[in-house]
């Protein structure tokens, strides 16, 4: 019932902690946008940005999608496994079939994914920026104490 649950947690982990940390610079070395400063992206830019983020994930977990998945596919009939934990599946793979063995299907995740997050950042950024914009009209000194402190880095 659980196998394949410790690579698909740390898969999922690795995959947003990618997401967030690459589309946050690909706001910042895009289009000059830094978290709170109350510069509005348009939904194309943002687009942009989210297509481009979404394909450090599936590349940087493309190994733990594939021992997740071998592992929750194995048959366990008769008490036998090919792997038994996530460590032995990947030693395992690369030495049976190749270190290439590990990105497995990446293609097609890198057709889903990177669209997908396209849309959401859109939609995401907009309704973020919305309440933002609205904060910072309401507190203008947050965004000068905002500018003071990166002006001082």
Same mark, same amino acid.
């Not at 979404?54 to 194995?74: E, N, S, W, Y």
């Not at 008490?79 to 590990?102: N, T």
């Not at 396209?118 to 009209?137: G, N």
């Given at each position: @019932? ?26 910042? +070395?895009? #289009?000059?946008? +830094?978290?709170?400063? &109350?510069? !509005? ?14 394909? $450090? &994930? ?15 596919? !194995? %048959?366990?009939?008769?008490? !036998?496994?090919? +792997?038994?934990? @996530?460590?032995?599946? $990947? ?6 079939? &190749?270190?290439? %063995?590990?990105?497995? &299907?990446? $293609?097609?995740?890198?057709? *889903? ?7 959401? #950042? ?11 914009? *609205? ?6 000194? /947050? /965004? ?10």
């Amino acid at each position: @019932m659980w196998s394949g649950a410790t690579p698909t947690m740390m898969r999922n982990g690795t995959n947003q902690m990618c997401l967030f940390w690459a589309k946050a610079n690909m706001d910042k +070395y895009l #289009w000059g946008k +830094y978290e709170g400063d &109350g510069k !509005q992206l348009t939904p194309t830019q943002s687009m942009t940005s989210g297509f481009a983020a979404a394909f $450090l &994930g599936p590349c940087a977990t493309g190994p733990m999608d594939v021992i997740k998945t071998r592992m929750m596919a !194995q %048959s366990k009939a008769g008490g !036998q496994v090919q +792997y038994k934990s @996530m460590l032995d599946a $990947l030693v395992k793979i690369p030495q049976q079939e &190749g270190i290439r %063995s590990l990105w497995r &299907g990446l $293609l097609p995740r890198l057709m *889903r994914i990177p669209p997908g997050q396209a849309i959401v #950042w859109a939609v995401s950024d907009q309704i973020t920026q919305y309440f933002e914009h *609205r904060e910072l009209a309401k507190h203008p000194e /947050l /965004l000068a104490a905002k500018t003071t402190a990166a002006a001082g880095q």
